[in-house]
Each structure stands twice: as C-alpha cells, then as structure tokens.
C-alpha cells in the first residue's frame, strides 16, 4: 500500500491527489486528503484520519507519500520509512509561502523530495533504487523515532490537562 498525508492546513492540495490517482497498477493508495477539492477515482481518500490511524498506515505502507510538514516527515521516518515528500507550494496556492519547499530542502540528504510533480510517478516506481542512494546516516529513523516518542509523551501530558 502506498499511505499519502497532506496535512490539516486548510489550502487544498489538489495537485498532488491528481498526481496519484495516475499512478499505474493496482497497488491500493489511501490518501488523507485535508481541505483538497479534487475526488480521486483510483485512490481511497479520507478527509480526516484520527491521529492513530495514521501512524497504523504509515507503519503498514510499503511507500509513505507525505507534504513538507516536519511533523508528518518525522512521523513517517520514526516508522523507518523514508517518504516522499511533495512540499507545498505558493505558487499553486496550497500555502501562504514556500517554507516547506525551504524545509525539504535542508532534509533532503534523508527523504525523497519532489518539487516536480511530473517527478512523483518515476520516483515511485523506482522508490527502492532511489531510497538506496541516500545511504545510511545517523539522523534517520532511529533518531525520528526518538523525536515522536517525546513528542508523543508530551502531547499526552498537555491532553491530560484539558
């Protein structure tokens, strides 16, 4: 299965969801669709998924597919995947400005990023090949993983509270 998030930011992400309901195959593709507009025909897309439903698929993925939010690009390493990362983009109207365009950039020793959105179907199909030249670095999922356990312990203390 191929798992895509787009987020909660409230601009639709519609050219992504176009991009892969083009992908070829019949491989499912599940996508948390956000506030996009486009309906795809070959993808299931939700909305909203709960929190815990998401890390389910993102562990379950065979290639998690995920906007240039740090939070949804940590989540998807700590699952020892390494995403695809289609960073939002001002010029389409999906975000105030390019900050995860800025973000991707910095990280992508450790993620796949596509910009191109015409690049999105030859980095599926070679998803094995291309997370193969990113070679190994301490900063990955290990340490990811950390990160969201912290970050997950801490979300649970300030729930608590309210």
Do not use: N, W
């Not at 969801?17 to 669709?33: H, K, M, N, W």
């Not at 989540?75 to 900050?99: C, M, T, Y």
Request: aromatic fraction near 6%; charged fraction near 25%.
């Amino acid at each position: 299965m191929i798992f895509c998030t787009v987020g909660t930011h409230e601009d639709p992400f519609d050219r992504l969801l176009r991009a892969l309901d083009t992908v070829p195959g019949d491989e499912p593709i599940r996508i948390q669709s956000g506030y996009s507009t486009y309906a795809p025909t070959r993808c299931t897309a939700e909305a909203m998924i709960p929190f815990q439903a998401v890390q389910q698929a993102m562990r379950d993925a065979r290639i998690v597919v995920t906007h240039g939010g740090p939070a949804s690009i940590m989540q998807a390493l700590s699952h020892g995947k390494v995403p695809i990362v289609v960073p939002r983009q001002s010029a389409f109207g999906e975000h105030v400005d390019d900050h995860q365009v800025r973000f991707s950039a910095k990280i992508a020793d450790r993620v796949l990023v596509v910009l191109d959105i015409a690049e999105l179907l030859p980095t599926i199909a070679q998803y094995d090949q291309r997370v193969a030249r990113l070679g190994q670095t301490t900063l990955g999922p290990e340490r990811a993983r950390q990160f969201a356990e912290k970050l997950d312990a801490l979300t649970e203390r300030l729930l608590s509270r309210s």
